[in-house]
């Protein structure tokens, strides 16, 4: 991410990903949605499972058919490949209640609802503008996972899987 002002290449990244596997890690990235299709090669050449975090950092403006969240519902058909629905904040044209966000984090829970993990991103670094209010981000977890075995999968089960197999 450029706002970030430090980065490391996608095959230094990848070069890393053997320390990962010999820990029990995975890797998880934090990229600008226009990168998903051009990096998914590259990524999927890692050994560990991958994390897309912030929902592949798409812009929500730009409605679901757009390029990047279709690059992102494409490398999520490899099994290897997670997505965090975190960020609906980050990726909203139109701020709280993150209406224009949302439709992007249900469509993946409910497509890939055993790869699909949820967070804060608290105390949210590197934010520009208002800091975002959590109980708000809260509060669209039932528009994400509108019914009570999808919340069990993104905010139990899910993360005990990802997180418990990686343990050494």
């Known amino acids: 991410m450029p706002h970030l002002h430090q980065s490391a290449t996608v095959e230094e990244v990848i070069a890393l990903t053997p320390r990962l596997a010999d820990v029990g890690w995975h890797l998880q990235v934090h990229m600008d949605g226009s990168l998903v299709a051009k990096l998914a090669p590259l990524l999927a050449q890692s050994p560990v499972p991958v994390v897309i975090d912030h929902i592949g950092r798409i812009d929500a403006g730009l409605g679901l058919e757009q390029e990047p969240f279709q690059a992102l519902l494409r490398l999520m058909q490899d099994r290897k490949f997670w997505v965090k629905v975190s960020?609906?904040?980050?990726?909203?044209?139109?701020?709280?209640?993150?209406?224009?966000?949302?439709?992007?984090?249900?469509?993946?829970?409910?497509?890939?609802?055993?790869?699909c993990v949820w967070g804060t991103d608290w105390p949210h670094p590197h934010h520009k503008g208002p800091v975002p209010d959590d109980g708000q981000l809260i509060d669209v977890i039932a528009d994400m996972a509108p019914s009570e075995a999808a919340r069990q999968r993104l905010m139990v089960d899910n993360p005990a899987h990802l997180y418990e197999r990686r343990a050494g």
């Open 87 to 115: 960020g609906c904040d980050r990726i909203s044209r139109i701020g709280p209640p993150y209406a224009d966000a949302v439709p992007f984090a249900r469509q993946l829970v409910s497509a890939f609802p055993d790869r």
